[in-house]
């Protein structure tokens, strides 16, 4: 088997994710009441140090985790941000005295990460620098209280990534983390969007459910995840055949698939994470692992987490995203199409702004989609069984039962974290061995 290093970065840009069906780009999450989003920890957002009215970075002796001092030796020139508020900057120059910067390693809407050379620490980190406007600095801040508060429980750092630290700089919040590998998306973009093998996605499955469980247990609910935030630790891989592309040639690259050589992962971005309450039904998660009582606006809580599960377990095991549209009827229709018919019971309940996908007590569908496309991509989906034994070639019947827990549409009916690792689908597994 050949082997190679796969160099990669997480924080890739989300927008440009090549399907079948082209994506028409993710959905803007709606900001959300500060009552709502900003409770972090028992603190209200309000209380949160910001400091996006002053460059004199603040007193934070107190905090072990924060740098002390700004680089005045061989601090680089002072730049003007770029017109969206993000840090500019040049290869090879300080971020403090501390930080040497390597290479680019991301961008997003919330700043850049790059990678940089910890001279303190002799090894390579990821910084998270965050553009310098208000609600970006403020998202920042309650990150890094999640941050920290999950590392108080994570003794052991298995589960989510850990933060090195964080400082203030020249009206940017930075925060260090450790350097991982390529996301789970990327890992399958760079593969041509070949599926995993089952026992990885056993393997992957069992992680993040145990991460999830770990947060749900501290009363908080990611409400963000899919592969782009569930990163490898590392990216290094094999190249096996892939028995079911193969080409008439054997040199053919098509032939051969990439399969990581470790299978242990971390959950990132906890930009959107909460804590839990009662009647949270602004808009969570990104379109395609977002669960039908938020998009029914029927109020939401742990569960939203468990659908986002099930959505990626699928997705892993096909290569493709389980529900590949970008607008909510047909991704309701597609829900339907894939796992049954909405209940009633949940269809009476939806709110003023779901109201138009609802007709007489069922969906509106076909006749409320927008055009030809949209219902053709909604029929060419198979049942949920159908799907998932196109592509996986044992443990089949055990890993459709336990989406299936995993994806029911009553979130009250739904698995928990717990309940879903206790599955034969895992345990069965662990036995064997």
């Not at 082997?3 to 999450?29: C, N, Q, S, Y």
């Not at 990821?126 to 590392?151: F, P, S, T």
């Amino acid at each position: 088997m050949e082997m190679e290093r796969m160099i990669e970065f997480p924080h890739t840009h989300l927008d440009r994710r090549p399907r079948k069906r082209a994506r028409l780009g993710w959905d803007v999450v709606p900001e959300a009441p500060k009552a709502q989003v900003g409770i972090c920890c028992g603190q209200e957002i309000a209380n949160i140090p910001s400091f996006a009215s002053t460059r004199a970075p603040s007193d934070h002796s107190s905090n072990p985790l924060f740098v002390k001092g700004v680089a005045r030796n061989g601090s680089p020139p002072w730049r003007e941000d770029d017109k969206d508020g993000h840090y500019m900057f040049a290869l090879g120059e300080n971020l403090t005295s501390r930080y040497k910067i390597h290479s680019k390693m991301g961008e997003g809407t919330f700043g850049q990460v790059l990678e940089c050379w910890d001279r303190e620490k002799k090894e390579m980190v990821a910084i998270k620098i965050v553009r310098g406007i208000r609600k970006y600095r403020d998202a920042a801040m309650i990150e890094i209280e999640v941050l920290q508060q999950l590392g108080k429980h994570d003794k052991g750092g298995n589960r989510c990534v850990q933060i090195r630290n964080w400082f203030d700089y020249r009206n940017h919040i930075c925060i260090v983390f450790e350097k991982l590998g390529p996301s789970l998306y990327d890992f399958l973009r760079k593969n041509n969007y070949r599926s995993f093998p089952i026992d990885l996605v056993r393997d992957i499955g069992r992680q993040l459910l145990e991460c999830v469980a770990f947060m749900h247990d501290l009363r908080m609910i990611h409400t963000d995840l899919k592969p782009e935030n569930i990163l490898l630790v590392s990216g290094d891989y094999v190249k096996v055949h892939d028995y079911k592309n193969l080409s008439r040639s054997p040199r053919d690259s098509s032939n051969f698939k990439r399969v990581p050589k470790s299978s242990a992962i971390k959950v990132i971005d906890f930009g959107s994470t909460t804590y839990d309450r009662q009647d949270q039904n602004y808009i969570v998660s990104t379109r395609h692992y977002r669960a039908p009582e938020v998009i029914l606006g029927l109020g939401w809580r742990f569960p939203c987490d468990i659908w986002s599960v099930g959505c990626i377990l699928v997705e892993l095991c096909s290569g493709e995203a389980l529900f590949q549209t970008h607008e909510n009827l047909e991704h309701l229709a597609m829900m339907e199409r894939v796992l049954g018919p909405l209940p009633q019971e949940m269809l009476k309940k939806v709110d003023r702004h779901a109201e138009k996908y609802v007709r007489r007590g069922r969906l509106d569908w076909p006749e409320g989609a927008t055009s030809r496309d949209s219902i053709k991509a909604v029929q060419k989906l198979a049942r949920l069984p159908n799907l998932i034994m196109q592509h996986v070639d044992h443990s089949g019947g055990e890993l459709i039962h336990l989406v299936q827990g995993l994806l029911r549409y009553d979130p009250l009916l739904r698995l928990t974290a717990r309940e879903a690792l206790r599955h034969p689908f895992f345990t069965r597994d662990s036995l064997r061995r």
